[in-house]
């Protein structure tokens, strides 16, 4: 079993990337409902709650786990890859492929304070955008919108305004998703930025990823129809609407 996890329904936006891409495996997807949302909450607390859920999530059979959050990859990766034997795979800040593909040489980037602030963000940063003007900003709220199964209402669509229109402004061609749960938003996302602007989501690079890693353990199911649990440490009732819509 492939175990997959996030602070909520966001990463639902990965598992649909990994089950695209291998149907024939099981999951078993974590919401950490209780504690979300992470992107504001101190690194030692998303390390501890990153613990817990690979115990339980290795303890009901998990062969890997993809960390299907960029804030949860910040903070925790290391730690998990210290303390356990299984592969993790987390969320690449997709800064790279946007700063190399950049013409007009300014990208945007929607993410979480917690990930803002990562040294695996700063790292990335310095390593491949060190020639292109990077405006970042938090998506304070959003991802409280996307857990209420909320893409597009006007309160929505006036919060991403006020995210999305300075990038705009300052001539940004890439908006890179470094949360989750903002590809949920993309569509609303991409009507305001435009048809020129492309919108960035890392999950189909990370399913590859955890394709090619879990290939390297044991021949991968890509045929047939495998199943998935779905957990949850609070309400579940977001996580099975989404889930069933996806
Ligand atoms: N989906 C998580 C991420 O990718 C959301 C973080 C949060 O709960 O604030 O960062």
Redesign the pocket.
Known sequence: MIGVY???V??LSVWKELKALMPGEDYTYFSDAAF?????KDPSVIIERADEIARMLIGRGAEMIVV?????TAAAIGHLRATFDIPFIG?EPAIKPAALHSESGVVGVL??A??LKGRLYLDTLAKFAADVTVIEQVGTGL?EAVERCDFDSPQVTALLHKYIDPMIDAGADHIVL????YPFLSETIASIAGPDVTIVNPAPAVARRACDVLSHLRPVRYNGSGSTEFLSSGSTAPLLQLASRL
């Open positions: 996030d602070s909520g966001g990463g979300c949302p992470y992107g504001p299907a959050c960029n804030t949860a969320m993410a979480t917690g990930t991802v470094g949360c989750t749960h």
